[in-house]
């Protein structure tokens, strides 16, 4: 799995049918101890109704189609949770509840 900050979406018309009703996301994975932005993007299938700003973590390959609903989409990534903390080492190093606003991140 990978953690990464959802940056935008992506829209498109003309799909394949199997990813039709699918929402799609850019996530830009983070460093777990500092949350620092990595330099990589995915494009992943939402399927926990994660929006831009959210901390997320996905999974990709063959486990991303393994949920009732990621299953039908033809999808190397999909996003299977919006994160409330991340503790390393007994430090915390995330807190959503402490986020003043999820959609304004430092870059």
């Given at each position: 799995?990978?953690?990464?900050?959802?940056?935008?979406n992506?829209?498109?018309?003309?799909k394949v049918?199997?990813?039709?009703?699918?929402?799609?996301?850019?996530?830009?994975?983070?460093?777990?101890?500092?949350?620092?932005m990595?330099?990589?993007?995915?494009?992943?299938?939402?399927?926990?109704g994660?929006?831009?700003?959210?901390?997320?973590?996905?999974?990709?390959g063959?486990?991303?189609?393994?949920?009732?609903t990621?299953?039908?989409?033809a999808?190397?990534?999909?996003?299977y949770?919006?994160?409330?903390?991340?503790d390393?080492?007994g430090?915390?190093t995330?807190?959503?509840?402490k986020?003043?606003?999820?959609?304004?991140?430092?870059?």
């Amino acid at each position: 799995m990978l953690v990464g900050r959802v940056t935008g979406n992506v829209v498109s018309t003309n799909k394949v049918p199997t990813l039709t009703g699918a929402k799609l996301l850019i996530v830009q994975t983070v460093a777990l101890d500092t949350l620092a932005m990595q330099e990589d993007y995915v494009i992943c299938v939402d399927d926990v109704g994660a929006g831009e700003g959210d901390l997320v973590f996905c999974a990709y390959g063959s486990s991303s189609r393994q949920s009732d609903t990621s299953k039908k989409f033809a999808s190397d990534y999909t996003i299977y949770g919006i994160l409330d903390s991340i503790d390393i080492r007994g430090r915390r190093t995330y807190d959503k509840a402490k986020e003043a606003d999820a959609c304004n991140w430092p870059e």
